[in-house]
Nanobody
Framework: QVQLVESGGGLVQAGGSLIISCAAS????????MGWFRQAPGKEREFVAT???????YYADSVKGRFTISRDNAKNTLYLQMTSLKPEDTAVYYC??????????????????WGQGTQVAVSS
């Protein structure tokens, strides 16, 4: 059974930093693209960042230069390092993985596996 489990969310002040993680189990994702999405209350789920199997990355304009996505294939874990956090970054953050695709994707419906989410709250 494939599972993605996020951790590391919490409350942080504006301008602060946070690292959230996504531990995968049930299969290896070293040859699969993975990504982070977020959903704020009353808003649609939106793309945040993605990383391909090769390590190539792509970011939403709203987080470019502030967030860094990375992966540790030996640990089967995905990370999102968030710096210079803003109140508008407040959301539930979800990790996602493609079943077979190696290339990164920015649309949520191109991902096959999802975690349960971790809450990130940024106070002003």
């Amino acid at each position: 059974q494939v599972q993605l489990v996020e951790s590391g969310g919490g409350l942080v002040q504006a301008g602060g930093s946070l690292i959230i993680s996504c531990a995968a189990s049930g299969r290896t994702f070293s040859r699969s693209a993975m990504g982070w999405f977020r959903q704020a209350p009353g808003k649609e789920r939106e793309f945040v960042a993605t990383i391909g199997a090769s390590g190539s990355t792509y970011y939403a304009d709203s987080v470019k230069g502030r967030f860094t996505i990375s992966r540790d294939n030996a640990k089967n874990t995905l990370y999102l390092q968030m710096t210079s956090l803003k109140p508008e970054d407040t959301a539930v953050y979800y990790c996602a993985a493609r079943q077979y695709g190696t290339a990164y994707r920015i649309r949520w419906n191109e991902y096959d596996y999802w975690g349960q989410g971790t809450q990130v709250a940024v106070s002003s």
